[in-house]
Every structure is written in C-alpha cells, then in structure tokens.
C-alpha cells in the first residue's frame, strides 16, 4: 500500500469515527439533538466521499480546517465535561471519541500534505 493511501485511510477512519460520535451524542444526549447531528453526519459523509473518489489536495486540506475545529471543539467539551460540577460518564466518552475522531483527521491531513511537499515537482508540469 502507498503511503498516500496510508493518509487518506486515516483521514477516512477519522471521518467514520466523527459519525459514529454523532451517533452517540444521540444516544447519550436525547432525541433533540438529531438534527443537529444529521448535518454532521452529512457533512461527514460528504467529506469522505470527497477525500475517498478525489484524492486531491484541496479535500485534504479541507479535511485539516475542519478536522483542527473539530478537535478544538471536542477539546473544550472534554475540558468542560472534566471540571463540571456534575461530571457525566458517558458524554464524556462521546467526548473523547469526538477528539479521536479530529485527531485522527488531523493526523492523516498532516501527513498527507507533508508527503505531498516532499514529492519533487515535475519540471513539465
């Protein structure tokens, strides 16, 4: 397997463990919250297509932004849910799946991009 297939499957990874967190943010915190989570499932879903059929620079580093905020916001959740009054076991694990999931999206974005900074630049193109 080529090391950019490597990447782009840990970006993939990544963007299924974002929808099973959005699945379990439904589980953990009640019906109302399905909305919310379908859009971020579609957009999940939207953006591994993209990183999976393309392969192109512009899906990676869009995964990157996005992956940087996710992981910023699961963050602070995590953060919050950990020195809260009334600490709650489970959304704290939806928490933590959701910082694995931007970490796993980051992790392949970097390294997708550092690969592609190191491949020479062909001199006809």
Do not use: C
């Amino acid at each position: 397997m080529l090391p950019e297939n490597r990447h782009l499957r840990l970006i993939l990874v990544g963007w299924t463990v974002f929808v099973l967190m959005s699945l379990l943010v439904i589980a953990v915190r009640g019906s109302d919250h399905v909305a919310n989570m379908a859009v971020f499932i579609a957009i999940a879903v939207a953006m591994a297509v993209w990183v999976a059929r393309r392969r192109s620079k512009a899906a990676v580093v869009t995964s990157l932004v996005l992956g940087l905020l996710h992981t910023l916001q699961q963050s602070a959740y995590l953060v919050a849910g950990a020195t809260g009054d009334d600490i709650d076991a489970a959304e704290l694990a939806v928490d933590v799946v959701g910082l694995v999931s931007g970490l796993l999206i980051v992790a392949g974005a970097i390294l997708a991009l550092s690969r592609v900074r190191r491949e020479p630049v062909d001199a006809a193109g």
